[in-house]
């Protein structure tokens, strides 16, 4: 069956580190992979996209790679603040589909002062 | 733009009544989605229209859950009868034409079935 896994439901890390959160999915072929951060009481908010030939993807402070032969997404906040935490989704929208996302769980990242 | 909209923001509602949740959907956005959010289950995709018209509502749980897209600035997603399983987050979003494919969340419907 299909699946998305994204590592840890939370990770604590101190201001200034390079946060990195894990998205991995299985018996999925897709064309685009999207990052959103959702914040506690509000809708999910778009970050970045990258297509299954693109290796990587930066946005500011924010970088994001896909593997398409390990089936894997990493997303980096490079010198994180604490205003950095929030939950992070990452979406899969699959080759030849409707071009609906299928959301993974998420990751609570909680950036120390 | 006043982004997506959603209302109510809470409901509360005891088990058995109707529930009529509300979407406004950013001008201009052709697709428009209903989630539902729960810890257990995350975020789940419930139905999707474009153009107005139903294209995918193989999430729909059962039943008792109906959606409808009258015109192009509306839709609604109803639970009739609702039950204390329903209680979720239930989220509109919308999205352009384009390859993008990223989608405006609505800040939600928070439901609670007594």
């Known amino acids: 069956s299909q699946k998305i896994e994204q590592n840890s439901e939370a990770l604590n890390i101190q201001e200034g580190k390079t946060a990195t959160l894990t998205c991995n999915y299985t018996n999925y072929s897709p064309a685009y992979l999207q990052w959103y951060r959702q914040d506690p009481g509000r809708g999910p908010v778009f970050l970045l996209l990258i297509r299954e030939n693109e290796k990587e993807k930066r946005k500011e402070r924010l970088k994001v790679t896909f593997d398409t032969t390990l089936k894997q997404s990493l997303f980096h906040i490079t010198a994180s603040q604490p205003a950095d935490s929030a939950t992070y989704l990452c979406a899969l929208i699959s080759s030849g589909s409707a071009r609906q996302l299928t959301f993974g769980s998420g990751t609570q990242l909680t950036v120390l002062p | 733009d006043a982004g997506v909209i959603q209302s109510p923001r809470h409901e509360v509602t005891e088990m058995g009544q109707e529930v009529t949740l509300r979407c406004k959907p950013i001008s201009g956005h052709n697709s428009l989605f209903w989630y539902r959010q729960t810890m257990m289950r995350g975020l789940e995709l419930l139905i999707y229209f474009n153009n107005n018209v139903p294209i995918d509502d193989s999430g729909m749980p059962e039943d008792r859950f109906s959606a409808k897209m009258p015109n192009a600035s509306f839709s609604t997603l109803k639970i009739q009868p609702s039950e204390p399983r329903d209680s979720a987050v239930y989220f509109c979003?919308?999205?352009?034409?384009?390859?993008?494919?990223?989608?405006?969340f609505g800040p939600g419907t928070r439901l609670t079935v007594l």
């Open positions: 979003a919308s999205r352009p034409t384009g390859a993008t494919n990223e989608q405006f």
